[in-house]
């Protein structure tokens, strides 16, 4: 059975840092990209960053020179730095991975509050 589970939300203030992890575990077929994601409330869910095998990672535009994705090969673990965290960068967190067969899976998400 795959799994997701997210860790590293929480409250922080405005100009703080945060690390979100993102651990796999139960895949069976080689990973091919694992991402990062968010969902804002009343609004849909869009892509922060992503990091594919053989490519240099993606970032959303609001988030470059900011957020920083890394991956753990050996651990099927994705992390998203976060610096310089604004308000608006608050919304759930939602780890993705997409393995080579084309499957893809979702974790169930960890908050993060940017908030004076």
């Known amino acids: 059975q795959v799994q997701l589970v997210e860790s590293g939300g929480g409250l922080v203030q405005p100009g703080g840092s945060l690390r979100l992890s993102c651990a796999a575990s139960?895949?069976?077929?080689?990973?091919?990209?694992m991402g990062w994601y968010r969902q804002a409330p009343g609004k849909e869910r869009e892509l922060v960053a992503v990091?594919?095998?053989?490519?240099?990672?993606n970032y959303a535009d609001s988030v470059k020179g900011r957020f920083t994705i890394s991956r753990e090969n050996a651990k099927n673990t994705v992390y998203l730095q976060m610096n310089s965290l604004k308000p608006e960068d608050t919304a759930v967190y939602y780890c993705?991975?997409?393995?080579?067969?084309?499957?893809?899976?979702w974790g169930k998400g960890t908050l993060v509050t940017v908030s004076s």
């Open positions: 139960g895949i069976i077929f080689s990973i091919n990209s």
């Open positions: 993705k991975v997409i393995v080579f067969t084309g499957e893809n899976y």
């Open positions: 990091i594919t095998t053989g490519r240099n990672p």
